[in-house]
């Protein structure tokens, strides 16, 4: 699906999640700089300017996959593709009057075997791949997930050895006012072609420019909460459960993460994925955050006749 197909299937789904009566209880932050030609009269690129999205709503919307063949069939040999929509918003109106920063879940069970970190006799039980560039080619050196024994340790941010070569943030070398990673946790790194992938839609603060910023590589997120997901508990990875293939966030777990976002433009990611012309630039920025809240089931909203 292309970043503006997604947008526009967050737009409905908002509008149809608005009516819960606990939905949207949550606490987070999502606080940086942000370029947005068209924002303010006579902004540029070289104009930053302090964001603060400061959400009041969160919502997590999970889509089931349905079964391979034969039906009823979902195992780990043919597991599901669950796919979960995290949003923060500064309100709780439409995604289409709003500051909206959405993470998109493509695969649930992919980010719950990165976050619990199962090893088998040694060996991964995650998927190993890297990082995807817009077009479609892998990026070297950069896997889409560092387990928790490669992320800097609490000893003044060095990292633990192999973490630089495995693409960990150090949280020694965070820049002044962003967030470090945890020890402890797993991170996952941000593309727009990969398994978690994230946009901010500040389409209350600049509704003149209409522009959706994406999450690029340099982005992560790091689950502390991923429903039933992690299993910090049990600190030999080999003792970890196998996780089922129908892994799903279910409605009461808590979600909780920080994240770190290197922002582009939504049109020139596009336009590289299609390899079709490439578009001036129009936003750009960063973010650090946090979110915390439980997958709350909300009720319809009414339509009027």
Same mark, same amino acid.
């Not at 608005?18 to 006579?42: H, I």
């Given at each position: 699906? =292309? @970043? ?6 967050? $737009?409905?789904?908002? +509008?149809?999640?608005?009516?819960? !009566?606990?939905? /949207?209880?949550?606490?987070? =932050?999502?606080? @940086?700089?942000? &370029?947005?030609? *068209? !924002?303010?009269? @006579? ?14 709503? $969160?919502?997590? #919307? %999970?889509? #089931? ?6 039906? @009823? ?5 043919? %597991? ?15 995604? #289409? ?15 719950? &075997? !990165? ?6 006799? *040694? ?16 990026? %070297? ?11 800097? /340790? ?7 050895? /192999? ?8 949280? /020694? ?27 901010? +839609?500040?389409?209350?603060? !600049? ?15 790091? $689950? ?20 089922? *293939?129908? $892994? ?20 020139? #990611?596009? +336009? ?25 089931? *909300?009720?319809?909203?009414? %339509?009027?006749?």
């Amino acid at each position: 699906m =292309s @970043g503006r197909g997604f947008v526009a299937v967050l $737009f409905m789904m908002g +509008a149809l999640g608005a009516g819960g !009566c606990t939905v /949207g209880d949550g606490s987070g =932050s999502a606080v @940086g700089m942000l &370029q947005d030609v *068209g !924002c303010n009269s @006579g902004d540029t690129l070289d104009t930053q300017r302090p964001f603060s999205l400061n959400p009041t709503f $969160f919502a997590g #919307e %999970p889509i #089931e996959d349905v079964c391979p063949s034969p039906p @009823g069939n979902c195992s780990t040999n043919s %597991p599901h593709m669950n796919r979960l929509l995290i949003r923060m918003q500064r309100t709780g109106n439409g995604t #289409e009057v709003n500051d909206t920063l959405y993470f998109d879940v493509i695969n649930s069970l992919k980010v719950a &075997q !990165c976050v619990r970190g199962r090893t088998v006799n *040694g060996a991964p039980d995650w998927d190993t791949r890297v990082l995807t560039a817009a077009d479609g080619s892998p990026i %070297p050196g950069i896997p889409w997930c560092v387990p928790a024994t490669a992320v800097a /340790g609490a000893d003044g941010g060095a990292p633990d050895a /192999g973490a630089a070569d495995a693409g960990a943030p150090d949280a /020694g070398a965070a820049p002044a006012g962003s967030i470090a990673p945890m020890p402890g946790y797993a991170i996952i790194n941000l593309s727009t072609q990969d398994f978690v992938q994230a946009q901010l +839609a500040p389409l209350y603060t !600049c509704v003149e420019a209409r522009s959706v910023g994406v999450a690029l590589p340099g982005s992560w997120i790091q $689950f502390q909460s991923f429903g039933s997901a992690i299993q910090n508990n049990i600190t030999n990875p080999d003792d970890r459960t196998q996780l089922n *293939g129908d $892994f799903k966030v279910d409605f009461g777990q808590r979600l909780q993460a920080s994240f770190h976002l290197v922002l582009g433009d939504q049109a020139v #990611e596009y +336009a590289m994925k299609t390899r079709s012309v490439v578009p001036d630039q129009r936003i750009s920025g960063s973010l650090d955050g946090t979110f915390d809240f439980d997958l709350d089931r *909300g009720r319809a909203a009414q %339509p009027f006749p």
